[in-house]
């Protein structure tokens, strides 16, 4: 429209009365007509539908569906036709007992993240310990990331994370056990005056010094290596959550994996952060509860708590966290905490202290994966500044770092590994050879 049209239009409108704004609740009458026919063809299609179960809700076809030369368009819209839903056959109906729209928190088995479970058994002086451990084997010559998990926890905590490493680095194995007192790994006492008769009995009495989690760790990777049929230890990578991570930097310090280890992680646990939060840990296990009525509720409550911060890896790493207690007409079956976190109190300080300085100390790549950089104390901040160490901060995630984020920390772990792979590393020949070579030339 030109502007010529629009001042004449302008000029024509402004001389025209000015309507009202309609009240509410008015109805145009050409409206009422059309709601007024729209009830009468919904009245008609009730008549007819009611005529339908009069015949065992069949209509006869139109004309036009039986001539056999009528084309296919045609057939189809007499077809459309001649299928109506009756209301009072409740074809849409929801079925009795259909979710509702909430998916369940169902467990997920761990054949999804794992190759396989291995039970292997070993004799100490006092007991005889029969460890759990899930294992994906390495392929064509790749590394070996060993995990292990904080307290309370399980084998199954790296399970997802397991799963996003093999995704990124194909030819890489886990090796994902239960600690002691922890997860399906159980004792039998040699002692003649007691025996672990009970998973009850057995929560009270494990011992789990860091000397004592750090001896089954090296023994679990020699009895893979036997039970594999292993010539030689693949290259290994080591990864602790919280006392895992005192535990792998233990083994890795003590040097007893000789020079298979190749470098160590530690997630979201430093020396000063986590001792000052021993105080108030009885506060916060006496605010868990004490039980829950299926596994279902357990997963749900560590996702709405925020203490598992992805359904996935909760739905396999949780049921693994709880037991089911002995059945009775009295009580219904509930689900208890596997392990009794109140009982471990006295190892507590031994887990962590010199935590720092043991990092910093050992032997082989280093990487600190931490929810927040408050958590360093001097010593490791001193150690990042001169680069001893590196280090990756996650602020979105939780506690569970590899549990909340497990893609993000797969993938921070595998490129570690790269830079601390030393079977693609090419040294220059020594000085010395050199020299021998000079000389058997000359000679």
Known sequence: MSDLQRAFAKAKLSGLPFDPPLPPGYVDEEDEIEEMKEEEEEEEEEEEEDED???????????????????????????????RPSPSKHLFARPKGASTGKKPLDQLPWTSFFAQELYLTRKTPTAIITHHTYLTPPLEKGPLFVTHHGAGSSGLSFAVCASEIRKALPNAGILSLDARGHGETTLQSLKEDHEYGSLAEQREVVNLSLETL??????????????????????????GHSLGGAVVTEAAKSGRLGNAVLAYAVLDVVEGSAIDALQSMQSYLSTRPKSFPSLSSGIEWHIRTRTIRNSLSARVSVPSLLCASPFSSSTPSTWTWRTNLSATQPFWENWFVGLSSKFLAAKGGKLLLLAGTDRL????????????????????????????LPEKTAMVLVNFYRRNDRSKLVLPPKVGDLLKMKQEKRI
């Open 377 to 404: 104390d001097k010593e490791l901040t001193i150690g990042q500044m001169q680069g001893k160490y590196q280090i990756q901060v996650f602020p979105d995630s939780g506690h569970f770092i590899h549990e909340d």
């Open 214 to 239: 750090s001896d089954d760790l090296i023994h679990v990777i020699g009895l893979v290596k036997e039970k594999m049929a292993w010539s030689e230890l693949p290259g290994l990578v080591l990864i």
């Open 53 to 83: 179960e009069g015949n065992d809700g069949l209509r006869p076809l139109p004309e036009s569906s039986r001539d056999d030369d009528s084309s296919s368009a045609s057939s189809s819209a007499s077809s459309t036709g001649t299928v």
